[in-house]
């Protein structure tokens, strides 16, 4: 499988999905809550799910200290520190190989 660094579409694409989840979140806020809390919470985790598996499914990460490349588990996708730089998109993690913790650069799957 080969790699590439994320482009200005791949992160324009991540943000208009997070947007989009954002606007259902506070649009059925007026709704559902405080009546119907049970289900708006229900729709927050099914949104963050999705969210969380799309992007595990498309990305993949690139150890900075010995160029391992490797796969996220879906919790730890969801809950390990993420951010964006100069350089592009990171998470903190450890690799799996070196054992090393560093902010780990962020590369898209490439077809």
Known sequence: ???????????????????????????????????????????????LALLVSWHRGQMVYQCPKCGHVYKLSFWVDLVAPHGVDKDGAWLLLRCPACRQRSKTRVLKRVE
């Open 1 to 47: 499988m080969k790699f590439s660094k994320p482009d200005q579409s791949d992160y324009a694409r991540s943000a208009a999905y997070l947007l989009i989840y954002l606007l259902v979140i506070g649009g059925s806020a007026f709704r559902l809550l405080p009546d119907q809390w049970y289900l708006w919470g229900l729709l927050v985790l099914a949104g």
